[in-house]
């Protein structure tokens, strides 16, 4: 679809299993950085290739912080909250990210790593139990994560139920409306608030009680900061990697060849993770909006200061120039590991350690456990979400 100007319209309409953007990659045959419109009208520029994003997400003069700002271009129904650590730049970034990475350094991660594959053997254990056919999205993608992350923040398990109906309207479906999202937003925001609060009487071993604890610089966090990062923690960080493991096991039911290698190849699994990051396609409105501080060249395009720039990372994991073939999927190919599904630079996912380590383990105890794992339903009749987030709602597995 395009605007009577010629200015192809972002986000693209599509069917919303589609693996990939198949319109914004025709438009990275003709350039690496094109002009486009938001439904509301609004001029913004896509980088689409793996060079052009990359130099968007590093280079300081694409801001985060003026794309946060009210009445900024944006292509999600809500705009960022002061204090956030996605709304802002290096080096109030810088100081409040080192915070919370302290959760995720490799080393906190891989300790996790006995626990997280307990967690998903009683998950398995459970689903092989219900007998087939199962849901694996009900007994092992969507539960996972939050687990995890519910393990990782203190936050009390009890409460996946609600917050999992809470964080689907926040990150709309295509199923509710704005004021449902922000009504949702809102109850996420007062029970965090009780418990960041509770946390600080009483605190514990777990990263909310950790970000109340002063900083190297003898600093500390008020309540609101902590607040406003927590939302995105909680919504992002188990979203992601519930629909990443959902339309990882489409794409490899899709494929049974790649299924059968890692079968006979289990050590493939870590790269496997990284291609099937790279090729499916998460979400299609790519990375968070940033806006030029200064004039800037991408690609041989000239930017003027101002400019709101889109980077699409689904686009840029198949371009052509970095990775051959890039539609086909294959689990043995040697620079998966460059693909830009958990961004770049300053942003780069402080989970994305994380996120590998949990799609890892999950892959690879369904194929030892389930080696004969098979969709139960033509996987053209799933049901799928058409939001921001791209995944089926139900995944009915056999084996």
Known sequence: MTTADGCPVFPSAQRPSADHDSGAATLLDVCPVTEARLADGAPVHLALSHAAVRQVLIDPRFSRAEASRPGAPSVVPFHARTGMLHSMDP?????????????????????????????????LDGMEADGPPADVVAHLTAPLPVKVLFQLLGIPYQDRDDFRQWTEKVLPTGAVTPEEATEAAGRIAAYLERLVR?????????????????????????????????????????????????????????????WALLLRRPDLVPNAVDELLRHQMLSRIGMLMRVTTAEVDVAGVTLPAGTAVNALNCVANRDPAVFPDPDRLDVTRQDAARHLAFGAGPHYCPGAQLARLELGIALSALLRRFPTLRPAVPLGELRWKDGIMRGPWELPVTW
């Open 198 to 258: 509770a946390k600080r009487r009483q605190p514990g071993d777990d990263l909310i009680s950790t970000l109340w604890e002063p900083g190297p610089d003898g600093t500390r966090l008020g309540e609101e900061e902590i607040l406003a990062n927590l939302l995105p923690l909680l919504v992002a960080g188990h979203d992601t990697t519930h629909n990443q493991l959902s339309n990882s096991l489409v794409a490899l039911f899709e494929r049974p060849a790649q």
């Open 91 to 123: 080096p109030e970034h810088t100081a409040l990210r080192t915070r919370i990475a302290r959760a995720f350094t490799p080393r906190t991660v891989e300790r996790l790593r006995p626990w997280i594959e307990g967690l998903v053997e009683d998950m």
